[in-house]
């Protein structure tokens, strides 16, 4: 699986990597917090390289992207997507964001709603409550030796420099710390037809994802029997639900041709 381009983009004071497969309308994966492209997006692209002209971007302080000295937000992110996708000449496209990235995505679509196509918002959030009991407790507790293993690994691979994990690890850990809810109208003014996915054993409730679904107006919803990301990607102990994840691409692949 080899990207038909590659490479590096200066917006917004830093370099940004991204990587292109396939052809066709351009569809921009997002990846999720501690990730990078292919950690979360590896099984989509191999299924969906072949319909779409799939856009991959590490984001700030992931994967082969520049590091930042200041606090994450998704707006920033969002932000830095929109100028990436400026300086490669995709005037508009669709949007696939998985976990934080999800958050991303609709921050997209909030700030620059003539960029955005079709909205696929994958295991994210809006408030606080929405997550799971204890997940924030958890993180306000969280150190770097709690951070999952193969996030560790990953980055590693793609950037050999321990001290930029730690950054990595110590500003997506404050973000989610110093996180503050969303208003309703941020999701609200979605108007891009959006689908909403999660697993019924996901970090945030299914009645979440619900309640997301409700406030933006076209949308449609998926709920899948996965843990997180799950029917998208390989699971934390490397299983890989192949039938599930297939199921998925062909609805997302339904939702964004129909």
Known sequence: MNPVEKGYKKVNGIQLYYEIYGFGKPLVLIHGGGSSIL????????????KFRLI????????????????ETFEQDAHDVAALLAEINIEKAS????????NTV??????YPKRVDKLVVASAFYKKDGMIDG???GMMEATFESMPEAFKINFL???PDFSKLENLFDKDCKRMQTFEDWDDEVLQS??????FISGDQ???KPEHTVEMWRLVENSKLMILPATHGSYMMADFDGSIDVNLINFTTQEVEKFLTQ
């Open 135 to 137: 997940f924030f407790e």
């Open 202 to 204: 996901d970090v945030m």
């Open 106 to 111: 609709m921050q997209i679509a909030h700030h």
């Open 190 to 195: 979605i108007k891009a037809p959006a689908l």
């Open 157 to 159: 691979n793609l950037n």
């Open 39 to 50: 950690y979360d997006f590896e099984e989509v692209i191999e299924r969906l390289q072949s």
């Open 56 to 71: 991959g971007i590490d984001l700030q302080n992931h994967g082969r992207s520049e590091h930042r000295d200041i606090p």
């Open 95 to 102: 949007f696939w964001g998985f976990s934080n990235g999800g």
